[in-house]
Structures are given as C-alpha cells and as structure tokens.
C-alpha cells in the first residue's frame, strides 16, 4: 500500500518507527523530486511524502530519536523530534559540518545527566559539542590509539569503529579487544576520554556489530553472515554489559516490550543502533536489521528472539533505484529509548496542563 501527500507535509502519517529511503530525483513527474519514501514497520505500508526538515535542512539522526538539523543557510542548529515535530532551539555554527558525520546524543533532553549533542566527523578525528542550553558548539580533536600487535600504534577514529552508544551521560565505543572506551561530559568541562577494561566477544570476520543502547542498559549485537556470502544471515549474538564486573553477558532476549533497530552507513563505514518500545504496533523481542552492509539491496532482516527464527522483507524494491543517495536510516519515536525519559517533557507536559486548568478557573469563576 502506498500513499502520495502533498509537498510540506512533516511528519509522515504513518506510525513510528520508520525506514525513510532518499530516492533522489522521481522517475515519476507527478511526485515531487524532494520527497522521500517512507517503510512502517508495523504496518508494512510506504508512503511518499515531501518532510519539511528533511527537504530545507541538513538532518542527522540519532539513536535517541532525535534529529540534529543544520540550517545551511544560516548555520542555525535545532533537534527536531519527528513523532510530534517538537523542536529544541540549539546555537548557530560558525560553519557547517563536513561531508561525512554522525550524531549522538548523551542522554535524553532534561535527563539528570544533560544532555550533550555530539557530532563525529567520520573522516577525521575532530568532534563537536553542544550541551543543550549551551551559547555555542565547542570543537575537540581526540587522538585515541589502539596497538596493532600487540606493540604498533595505530590511530582510531571513534565513531567508524563498529559500534557507538550513550548510557546515562557517557558515550562507550569499541576501543581494542580488551577495552572499551568512555567519553564523560561534566559541568562546563570538555570531554574526558577514557576507557574501562572488559574482554570483547570473539568475531570471526564476516560479521557486523552494534551497540544499543535500551532502557539505561547496554547491549551487544552481532550479526553473522554465511561466510563471504553478506547477502544472507547464519545467525546473530546477543550481550548486555555487566557494568559491576565489568563484562559482555550472553543473552537470549530483550524483552517482550521492546525492540532494537539496526542499520548504518555503506561500506560498514559507521553502524546504527537503536532501541523504542513495541508499543501495540509493533512484535517485541524482535530484531529489525537493515542491510546496509550488502550495499546493491536494502533487504530488512526481522529476527524473531524468542522462536529464534528470521524473515525478510523487501520494503524498497519496487522503486526501481539500486543506490539511493544514501542508506535507507530510521526514524524513531523517543518515549522508550532510556530510564532518563526527559523531565524536561514531563515539566512541560504539567505546565501546559496547568494552564489550561488557570484558564478554565478563570473563566467559569468570572
């Protein structure tokens, strides 16, 4: 099923999460060349709809939920959050971002912790921040090393490692094989990097690994492919970090309330990871992976946790474009994606309440 809206329409009618796939310019004359296709996963429907962000701004989307766009005109930055188009005002940059970049947030807006909106450049190891509330974005180069063999130092760029996730104020990242690495924000301070010591899981070559975070927890997922064959999974792995010992856990679910969505950059140069809550859309427990790693299709692998079993789904393959622009990336409601669930919007939502309570008062009072 496919439905065409007209142009400015933000966001899709179609129910959270979605894959939003970049066609570029329309075959069809009758569509509008900004426009983009969109896949809900719960309802398995496309939908072709020109989204006002997507269209005027340059976006990034996070694991959270949130969008960081960029103004390119004007270098103004907002997050934009695409279930209700709520919008938080960030500071202008003095210039753009480059080509290639990828965006997390490190914790929730309003969460205890802060929140700091950081961007990776995925070319060089330079990254950006800005706490919410901030007047600027701050530039930081990091030089993190990692030693090949055991002695042969061996720069590493943070955010094209294979994955990257914020639990409650800090970003963790895979490092070597018996670290990971943390980068803490705290008060008006820079970024402090460090690392803790816990053993990673063994990998053979052909598989593709994620980090999620859900629910103040953080998860390892691994997906195998059929030895060179990245067209077709063998399997998949699952661990949650034990952060007493600390040490990756082996899991066989993730709960009936929740569900994780994988996705990422071609050529594997930066992988997605991502948790919402099921909701009564969508089946928990259930693992939705985009094949970004197969570059010339865009199947989405739904892998059921429980019954351990695997389908695909082709939500593209009638559009007749083998290479989009980029790679099909999700959109995600926020309500689920951490225990810090924002008190900003919890405020917000009392305050709008007791207004509107002010006003009944007073108008039946005069």
Known sequence: MESVQEPGVSPSALP?????????????????????????????????????????????????????????????????????????????????????????????????????????????????????????????????????????????????????AAVAGKIYFEYTSDEMGVIEFHGEEGPKFGSIEVDMVDLPRMASMYLVESCGELFLVVIFFVGKNVHKIAKHALYKMDFSEPAWCEVDEIGGDRVFLLSGDRDVISCFGASCSAG??????????LNHV??????????????????????????????????????????????AQGSYFLLRNLWRRVKRAIVYFLYFKI
């Open 16 to 164: 959270l999460p979605l894959l939003v796939h970049d066609l570029g310019p329309s075959i069809d004359d009758s569509q509008d060349d900004d426009s983009q296709t969109q896949y809900s996963i719960s309802s398995q429907a496309l939908s072709t709809v020109a989204i006002d962000e997507l269209r005027h701004y340059r976006c990034f989307e996070t694991p959270q939920g949130w969008v960081l766009a960029l103004d390119p005109a004007s270098w103004q930055t907002f997050l934009w959050r695409p279930q209700d188009s709520e919008r938080i005002q960030l500071p202008p940059k003095e210039q753009g971002f480059p080509e290639n970049c990828k965006c997390l947030l490190s914790d929730m807006p309003g969460a205890a912790s802060g929140c700091a909106v950081v961007v990776f450049d995925l070319d060089d190891n330079e990254m950006w921040v800005c706490k919410i509330g901030a007047t600027d974005w701050d530039s930081h180069r990091y030089e993190p090393t990692m030693f090949v063999k055991g002695r042969i130092p061996h720069l590493t760029n943070i955010a094209m490692q294979h994955g990257i």
């Open 280 to 289: 009564d859309h969508l089946r928990g427990n259930h693992i939705y992976f």
């Open 294 to 339: 197969a570059i010339h299709e865009n199947f989405l692998h739904v892998i059921d946790l429980k019954k351990g079993s695997q389908e695909e789904q082709r939500p593209f393959k009638h559009k007749g474009y083998l290479m989009p622009l980029r790679s099909p990336f999700w959109l995600l409601p926020t309500q689920c994606t951490s225990q």
